[in-house]
């Protein structure tokens, strides 16, 4: 099981990816396609094993929206970091959905893309091979302020620095 940076920590990752349940433990923790979570939902809700869901990019988050109470975890893979579209599902399963699982973000990951995924919801992280997890942990403090509001900071930087001035603080 790979590593998994996770609310920025090291970690191992418990999930394993399949595409049926034949053979898998009741207990086991799985992440499953969209298309089997439609079709064994009430088999995966009787597990006793955590539940993830495993998503392209072109998945849109309306479609999963009824499922997200039975979810421990959204992956969503990113064939190509250019493809802007995962970082709107994570923000929309965030912030329309109010999903408040793990949201992961796997495939083509990598330091530079790190700070920005958290900003759009993301809180785990599995790297591209041949990046390093302890390196990439300093891609979250690439920057340390950002102007516009996020997912992880609902106000913008001038409406932070007003309200700090309000309480009489520095801005």
Not at 53 to 75: G, K, M, S
Not at 93 to 98: A, C, V
Not at 108 to 124: H, N, Q
Request: charged share 25%; hydrophobic share 45%.
């Amino acid at each position: 099981m790979p590593d998994v940076i996770r609310n920025r920590r090291i970690e191992t990752d418990s999930f394993l990816r399949v595409e049926s349940l034949d053979g898998v433990a009741p207990d086991a923790d799985v992440l499953v396609p969209l298309a089997l979570l439609a079709t064994q939902r009430d088999v995966l809700q009787a597990r006793s094993g955590k539940l993830g869901l495993w998503l392209e990019t072109a998945d849109e988050p309306v479609e999963v929206a009824q499922y997200l109470p039975l979810l421990d975890l959204v992956v969503v893979h990113f064939a190509s970091f250019a493809d802007g579209r995962g970082h709107s599902i994570a923000r929309l399963l965030r912030e329309r959905h109010g999903f408040r699982g793990e949201i992961r973000a796997v495939g083509d990951v990598f330091k530079e893309t790190l700070f920005y995924l958290s900003r759009c919801g993301f809180d785990a992280f599995v790297l591209r091979p041949g990046e390093s997890v302890e390196e990439a942990l300093k891609g979250f403090d690439v920057f340390s302020e950002a102007y516009q509001a996020s997912v992880e900071r609902p106000s913008p930087l001038f409406r932070r620095r007003q309200a700090a001035v309000s309480k009489g603080l520095p801005a």
